[in-house]
């Protein structure tokens, strides 16, 4: 069972023309939502981290939040540079006999921008 | 410009060959880890070591050795690889798996492995 998932999976939108990407989990005790940013043939690049629900973070067109379930990642007024896989991944409190450090990754969503 | 070096950033080798790939990190983190990835898939965690000691293998088969000698680098030798293991392989470092553990994981961009 997939403890992140990200939706939707794909996203084509106009230049300027602002959305949202979505990233629900289920894992109990979170420690921490971590969103990438990935271009082809690249590693993920670090975007935000976000602790608590209610907790917001920015960074020039892009803005991500958290609730008790799920984050979101705004895009406002993207343009043709934000086209890209955007990831989203969670680290949970360790319970008993599992692993450290330990990322649960979403799918991504492939978003892409066009002029 | 990523602050995790992996070299080389291509790498095409048969069955039979061995090989190594390199990863470096000059952030003073005491965590790396080693991701493969699959085109259009999220990585997945292959091994973490922390304080030059492994801590965590996700079962990855004996064909892959990974090997850190200091604490800024982290070496993944192959060998008699399938072609199913073509794929992207990714380092990532962080401060500290025990005590940060909230701190991001940093990724280089990878080793693209072609199997032949």
């Known amino acids: 069972e997939d403890q992140v998932t990200q939706s939707p999976e794909a996203l084509r939108l106009q230049e300027g023309e602002s959305s949202s990407l979505n990233c629900s989990y289920t894992?109990?005790?979170?420690?921490?939502l971590f969103w990438y940013r990935q271009d082809p043939g690249k590693g993920p690049e670090f975007l935000f981290t976000?602790?608590?629900a209610g907790e917001e973070k920015e960074k020039e067109r892009l803005k991500a939040t958290l609730t008790k379930k799920e984050s979101f990642l705004h895009i406002t007024a993207p343009k043709p540079e934000d086209s890209a896989t955007y990831l989203c991944?969670?680290?949970?409190?360790?319970?008993?006999?599992?692993?450290?450090?330990?990322?649960?990754f979403g799918r991504g969503t492939q978003l892409t921008v066009w002029p | 410009d990523t602050e995790v070096t992996q070299t080389p950033k291509h790498l095409v080798m048969g069955m039979t060959n061995k090989k190594s790939l390199k990863c470096e990190q000059h952030?003073?983190?005491?965590?790396m880890y080693w991701y493969k990835q699959k085109a259009k898939k999220p990585p997945e965690l292959m091994f973490v070591?922390?304080?030059?000691?492994?801590?965590i293998n996700e079962s990855v088969p004996s064909r892959f050795s990974p090997e850190c000698p200091n604490s800024s680098l982290l070496n993944l030798h192959l060998h008699a690889l399938q072609p199913e293991d073509s794929a992207l392989y990714l380092c990532?470092?962080?401060?500290?798996?025990?005590?940060?553990?909230?701190?991001?994981?940093?990724f280089g961009d990878g080793t693209r492995l072609s199997i032949l």
């Open positions: 990532a470092s962080s401060q500290d798996v025990l005590r940060g553990n909230n701190q991001p994981q940093h």
């Open positions: 894992v109990s005790g979170l420690r921490g």
């Open positions: 976000l602790y608590s």
């Open positions: 991944a969670v680290r949970q409190l360790r319970p008993r006999g599992s692993t450290l450090g330990r990322l649960y």
């Open positions: 952030m003073g983190h005491r965590a």
């Open positions: 070591y922390s304080y030059e000691k492994l801590s």
